[in-house]
């Protein structure tokens, strides 16, 4: 008797414990109400474990760390079109760039003679201009990111061609090595980087065949160049040569203008800049350009 009022006597005391207390509501978690802003249930829907992601909302808590989304570039290459007229003018670029700075040694035993000058210092002359302008390129892939190929290449055009003059009314060794060895060079390096760097925007598929192309026309400077530097000095002396390798860096003016920009897909609407871009221009205004 005493156990079974001992059991009912428990069993009305915990009822009676539980009677005044109020089971809280079941709501989702703080994430999903950000969310979905509302406080119905969650519906009751299987979830493939696959589906899932850290920071997804059914879970009730979010990822710390950050999501990681991977640009998607939709632009490709035309891979021919127009980008094979960048590359005959980027051939004809390289061709000349490498044509002059490895005929310096055609004016090396005049220079002895004008100057008497030691060789070891005359011959700074060419190594400096066909040193400086594979030097100076990090300085002109800089600045081509900046403001685009077609503008660093007529920057590199106008400012070989003064040096070229320059240096054709030099008195002495020193004033050939600032002139055509280092500010040659320097000048010759934005035209050559921007040449590599236009073919490879235009081409994706070919880009080895185009490239290949493209630095071709270094070693067909060499072998026309240096002729015609002779055969220059023969018929009108080494400082009018001067002129004539003028003529043909500006040669170079009017080709440099047919860098260009990589067009748009019709539809597609990015501020992404291409470095054959003019400064401040996007790829929308480009392409209304």
């Known amino acids: 008797m005493n156990s079974k009022r001992e059991t009912v006597d428990l069993s009305e005391t915990s009822e009676d414990q539980t009677s005044g207390l109020k089971q809280p509501p079941l709501l989702a978690p703080p994430s999903y109400l950000e969310t979905t802003r509302t406080t119905e249930p969650l519906p009751m829907t299987r979830i493939d474990p696959d589906d899932l992601r850290p920071d997804d909302p059914r879970l009730g808590f979010q990822s710390s760390e950050p999501e990681v989304r991977e640009e998607c570039?939709?632009?490709?290459?035309?891979?021919?079109?127009?980008?094979?007229?960048?590359?005959?003018?980027?051939?004809?670029?390289?061709?000349?760039?490498?044509?002059?700075?490895?005929?310096?040694?055609?004016?090396?035993?005049?220079?002895?003679?004008?100057?008497?000058?030691?060789?070891?210092?005359?011959?700074?002359?060419?190594?400096?201009?066909?040193?400086?302008?594979?030097?100076?390129?990090?300085?002109?892939?800089?600045?081509?990111?900046?403001?685009?190929?077609?503008?660093?290449?007529?920057?590199?055009?106008?400012?070989?061609?003064?040096?070229?003059?320059?240096?054709?009314?030099?008195?002495?060794?020193?004033?050939?090595?600032?002139?055509?060895?280092?500010?040659?060079?320097a000048a010759f390096g934005f035209l050559y980087l921007p040449s590599l760097v236009i073919v490879?925007?235009?081409?994706?598929?070919?880009?080895?065949?185009?490239?290949?192309?493209?630095?071709?026309?270094?070693?067909?400077?060499?072998?026309?160049?240096?002729?015609?530097?002779?055969?220059?000095?023969?018929?009108?002396?080494?400082?009018?040569?001067?002129?004539?390798?003028?003529?043909?860096?500006?040669?170079?003016?009017?080709?440099?203008?047919m860098y260009r920009p990589v067009p748009v897909k019709s539809g597609e609407k990015k501020t992404k800049k291409h470095p054959s871009d003019s400064p401040g221009q996007s790829e929308v205004e480009r392409e209304s350009s």
């Open 73 to 185: 570039d939709d632009d490709s290459a035309p891979d021919g079109g127009w980008g094979w007229l960048i590359v005959l003018v980027a051939f004809f670029t390289n061709m000349v760039v490498d044509g002059i700075a490895y005929s310096c040694g055609v004016y090396f035993p005049i220079f002895l003679d004008e100057f008497h000058e030691s060789a070891s210092k005359t011959s700074w002359i060419g190594s400096l201009c066909s040193g400086c302008y594979l030097a100076i390129s990090p300085i002109a892939g800089a600045v081509t990111n900046r403001y685009g190929c077609r503008t660093v290449s007529m920057i590199g055009c106008i400012w070989a061609a003064v040096s070229l003059g320059v240096a054709s009314f030099a008195p002495s060794v020193d004033i050939l090595i600032l002139t055509l060895g280092i500010s040659t060079g």
């Open 200 to 257: 490879s925007l235009w081409f994706e598929k070919k880009r080895g065949v185009a490239t290949g192309i493209t630095t071709a026309g270094s070693g067909m400077g060499m072998f026309v160049v240096p002729p015609l530097c002779q055969l220059m000095i023969e018929s009108w002396g080494w400082r009018n040569s001067m002129y004539g390798m003028c003529a043909l860096v500006l040669s170079m003016a009017p080709l440099i203008f």
